[in-house]
């Protein structure tokens, strides 16, 4: 395994355990983003996939590519969370 997957694999238990304190105190900042990304979705997991993205849909918003570019370039507010 390479050394920055070892890395990331330990921070992973870490960063849970913080991100579910922050939930359970109610610390839900509208003012983050989050990048998602699928690679070689196949035909049989569209379904799946589909209610991932539903699931997705209902506390954060998606942005276009455009949105996105002006948001980090401080163009527009930052507005992930719903």
Same mark, same amino acid.
Not at 4 to 29: D, M, N, T
């Given at each position: 395994?390479?050394?920055?997957?070892?890395? @990331?694999? *330990?921070?992973?238990?870490? !960063?849970?355990? #913080?991100?579910?304190?922050?939930?359970? +105190?109610?610390?839900?900042?509208?003012?983050?983003?989050?990048?998602?990304?699928?690679?070689?979705?196949?035909?049989?997991? @569209?379904? *799946?996939?589909?209610?991932? !993205?539903?699931? #997705?849909?209902?506390?954060?918003?998606? +942005?276009?590519?455009?949105?996105?570019?002006?948001?980090?370039?401080?163009?527009?507010?930052?507005?992930?969370?719903?």
């Amino acid at each position: 395994m390479a050394l920055h997957h070892k890395i @990331l694999a *330990q921070a992973c238990c870490p !960063l849970r355990f #913080l991100k579910s304190i922050g939930e359970r +105190v109610g610390r839900h900042p509208s003012d983050c983003l989050r990048v998602l990304l699928y690679h070689d979705i196949a035909p049989w997991e @569209l379904d *799946q996939f589909r209610d991932q !993205l539903s699931k #997705l849909s209902k506390s954060w918003r998606f +942005v276009t590519p455009k949105e996105f570019e002006n948001m980090m370039e401080g163009r527009e507010a930052i507005c992930g969370r719903i």
